[in-house]
């Protein structure tokens, strides 16, 4: 296994644990940056049976740096609360496995090297963050929950935070962010935010604590939504145009982020009505196609694109790696 500090330089770090599944979207996203990045190298920390089918398959060689993932680590909070832990390069780029890379990321790098520790997100958060998804988010506007949470964590503002990407090239910012997200995440109790395990979900959330510990220390987020210099955008069906191997990718992008945010509808029909409905408002129609860095398919419901893209991927790779083999037996 490599040393997980041998290289010095800008790189990528995945995490994954779990079924094989989540190894699959890794090396599929994986495959995608080498599309677009040939030189920055990747690390993958992750699970010792993940690490096991790797070597099996013969895809080491996608990853530079390869280490075990913690059992204590296994776990959104668990890796995303303790960042600095898991920084073998000098500016780490942690991305979440579930992404496709669409366009060269140089720029993207230079832009983030001026920051010591950001992530992609709003400089203002909605009432929806964090909070409970239905009608009780009435009872949080009407009673103005957000103010007094921030009030109690010392915070004179809350940005949204979108953690699928987050960038640190010092271990102390990552530190010193991680561990007054766990402290505030410890302190719940005092706050609006609601646990995402008592919605049904088998893991807890950890954007909104890190986005209250990046106020905390006046750290800027990085903006998600910057037309064609996009970071990421969500993959929506019916609001993405792609071909199932995602080499051409464009986004509907509505400069009103008001309109930009029914994209998150569930239902298709109710969020063609009401785009085309609040589209029609003079200014609120605006809207381009553009190419982001990367197409996140962070939406359970948005997912099947990419499951059958990573299984595409895993399959033509492992096929390859033992046709070589054979050859050489």
């Known amino acids: 296994m490599s040393n997980p500090r041998v290289l010095m330089t800008e790189g990528y770090v995945f995490h994954t644990y779990g079924p094989e599944k989540y190894l699959r979207q890794a090396v599929a996203s994986a495959v995608s940056i080498r599309r677009h990045d040939r030189t920055r190298p990747l690390a993958l920390y992750a699970s010792e049976n993940q690490l096991a089918a790797l070597e099996r398959e013969g895809l080491t060689d996608l990853f530079a740096v390869r280490s075990v993932l913690p059992e204590a680590h296994r776990s959104i909070v668990g890796f995303k609360h303790h960042l600095e832990r898991f920084m073998p390069f000098d500016a780490n780029l942690f991305v979440d496995a579930d992404m496709v890379w669409c366009r060269d990321p140089d720029p993207l790098w230079l832009k983030l090297s001026s920051f010591d520790f950001t992530a992609t997100g709003l400089e203002r958060a909605d009432f929806w963050f964090g909070g409970p998804k239905g009608l009780g988010i009435v009872g949080d506007y009407v009673l103005d929950r957000r103010r007094r949470t ?96 995602f080499r051409t990718v464009r986004c509907r992008y509505y400069t009103d982020h008001t309109v930009q945010s029914l994209r998150g509808i569930p239902s298709a029909g109710l969020r063609r009505f009401l785009t085309g409905l609040v589209s029609r408002l003079p200014g609120r129609g605006d809207h381009l196609d553009v190419t982001p860095y990367a197409l996140h398919f962070g939406w359970l419901r948005h997912k099947q694109p990419y499951m059958e893209f990573a299984n595409r991927t895993w399959k033509r790779l492992t096929q390859r790696e033992h046709i070589a083999s054979s050859a050489l037996a």
């Open 150 to 245: 921030m009030a109690n964590l010392g915070i004179r503002y809350l940005p949204r935070v979108q953690a699928g990407m987050i960038y640190a090239s010092t271990s102390a910012a990552a530190e010193r962010v991680c561990s007054k997200a766990r402290e505030f995440l410890a302190r719940r109790d005092e706050t609006h935010f609601r646990s995402r395990l008592a919605e049904g979900r088998s893991e807890e959330s950890c954007e909104w604590s890190l986005a209250a510990a990046m106020a905390y220390y006046e750290m800027p987020v990085f903006p998600w939504f910057q037309a064609q210099e996009s970071p990421q955008l969500d993959f929506v069906e019916g609001l993405v145009e792609y071909d199932l191997e």
